[in-house]
């Protein structure tokens, strides 16, 4: 930037030179500024046409680099159909003083990346790529401004069922959901109903048929659930740039009555408990009720006994 000011005041004093002396045409005073960029470095030159009067008027030409942003040499640039990889920057003509480096994934940082060391160098080891390894890379260099660059890491999508196995209850709405993990993510999204050993395509918008997907989501609504008609298995399809991958969602209908089902088992267990009891009691033998009778008067001539001697002991103690 220093460079661009001073060249600028070198052309206006020329100018002002020019002025004094003899009118300079202006069709030989021209300036032209420009930008170059490549491999994530732009260069802005400016080139300068002076005239400068004497015996014969001669133009000079000289083009002069002003600004150079830096350059981080990013290897590999694009990772794909690798099981491992080292990622790695080098940066050059930084702006100011590096305090240090770090590596982000999706926009989030990875914590275990980060450095405080002034090095130009950084890298990153992916010991195992997977579905949920890929994505978007940045190395990114503490420096005044910051400056980064992105590798991408691509792999096959994973769709995988939000759940197994789905439960609904009739004439109600059935919600089955398929997740997916990768980079790049799916940009079409299909659900099937199995039949046999067979596919049946589910269009959306049809029928009672529902379908809303993103791209690292799909959901299979269905309206009026039947118990004949919708249990079974459902597959939804994922598909990428790199390939497609499903999963299967079962569906279960269960009818209306079934919550009212454990209450009338408990009612039915309490009637039962109680007639049983009533059955014993009215079948039980006389002997049996006598008996217990007896035990019960039993205790009352004891007590009329033992009255008796106390009052002779009394006695016997006033003589």
Same mark, same amino acid.
């Given at each position: 930037?220093?460079?661009?000011?001073?060249?600028?005041?070198?052309?206006?004093?020329?100018?002002?030179?020019?002025?004094?002396?003899?009118?300079?045409?202006?069709?030989?005073?021209?300036?032209?500024?420009?930008?170059?960029?490549?491999? =994530?470095?732009?260069?802005?030159?400016?080139?300068?046409?002076?005239?400068?009067?004497?015996?014969?008027?001669?133009?000079?030409?000289?083009?002069?680099?002003?600004?150079?942003?830096?350059?981080?040499?990013?290897?590999?640039?694009?990772?794909?159909?690798?099981?491992?990889?080292?990622?790695?920057?080098?940066?050059?003509?930084?702006?100011?003083?590096?305090?240090?480096?770090?590596?982000?994934?999706?926009?989030?940082?990875?914590?275990?990346?980060?450095?405080?060391?002034?090095?130009?160098?950084?890298?990153?080891?992916?010991?195992?790529?997977?579905?949920?390894?890929?994505?978007?890379?940045?190395?990114?260099?503490?420096?005044?401004?910051?400056?980064?660059?992105?590798?991408?890491?691509?792999?096959?999508?994973?769709?995988?069922?939000?759940?197994?196995?789905?439960?609904?209850?009739?004439?109600?709405?059935?919600?089955?959901?398929?997740?997916?993990?990768?980079?790049?993510?799916?940009?079409?999204?299909?659900?099937?109903?199995?039949?046999?050993?067979?596919?049946?395509?589910?269009? =959306?918008?049809?029928?009672?048929?529902?379908?809303?997907?993103?791209?690292?989501?799909?959901?299979?609504?269905? $309206?009026?659930?039947?118990?004949?008609?919708?249990?079974?298995?459902?597959?939804? $399809?994922?598909?990428?740039?790199?390939?497609?991958?499903?999963?299967?969602?079962?569906?279960?209908?269960?009818?209306?009555?079934?919550?009212?089902?454990?209450?009338?088992?408990?009612?039915?267990?309490?009637?039962?408990?109680?007639?049983?009891?009533?059955?014993?009691?009215?079948?039980?033998?006389?002997?049996?009720? =006598?008996? $217990? $009778?007896?035990?019960?008067?039993?205790?009352?001539?004891?007590?009329?006994?033992?009255?008796?001697?106390?009052?002779?002991?009394?006695?016997?103690?006033?003589?």
């Amino acid at each position: 930037m220093k460079v661009l000011w001073g060249l600028s005041a070198l052309l206006l004093c020329l100018n002002r030179a020019n002025a004094q002396t003899e009118p300079v045409p202006d069709y030989l005073q021209e300036s032209f500024v420009g930008v170059v960029e490549q491999n =994530n470095r732009r260069t802005l030159y400016v080139h300068i046409y002076l005239d400068i009067p004497s015996n014969d008027w001669i133009r000079l030409f000289q083009p002069h680099l002003l600004l150079t942003d830096p350059l981080i040499e990013a290897e590999p640039m694009e990772v794909y159909n690798q099981t491992s990889a080292v990622l790695s920057c080098k940066l050059t003509d930084p702006p100011s003083t590096v305090k240090g480096h770090y590596w982000m994934r999706n926009g989030k940082v990875i914590e275990s990346s980060k450095h405080n060391l002034p090095t130009l160098y950084t890298e990153h080891t992916l010991a195992k790529i997977d579905s949920h390894s890929g994505g978007l890379y940045e190395c990114v260099f503490l420096s005044e401004p910051e400056v980064k660059t992105t590798i991408e890491v691509k792999t096959a999508p994973l769709v995988s069922a939000y759940k197994r196995s789905e439960h609904g209850n009739e004439k109600d709405k059935g919600v089955l959901v398929c997740v997916s993990y990768g980079y790049p993510l799916p940009t079409d999204w299909k659900w099937y109903k199995l039949e046999g050993e067979d596919k049946t395509a589910i269009t =959306n918008g049809t029928d009672r048929y529902e379908i809303k997907s993103t791209p690292n989501r799909t959901t299979l609504t269905i $309206d009026n659930l039947d118990i004949a008609m919708d249990i079974g298995d459902y597959i939804c $399809d994922g598909t990428s740039e790199f390939g497609s991958t499903s999963n299967k969602v079962h569906l279960r209908v269960r009818s209306r009555l079934a919550a009212l089902w454990p209450f009338l088992g408990i009612v039915a267990e309490v009637i039962i408990l109680v007639s049983i009891i009533f059955i014993y009691e009215k079948t039980r033998k006389p002997d049996e009720i =006598n008996d $217990d $009778d007896d035990s019960g008067s039993a205790p009352l001539k004891s007590n009329a006994n033992t009255d008796h001697k106390n009052k002779d002991v009394r006695q016997r103690n006033s003589n």
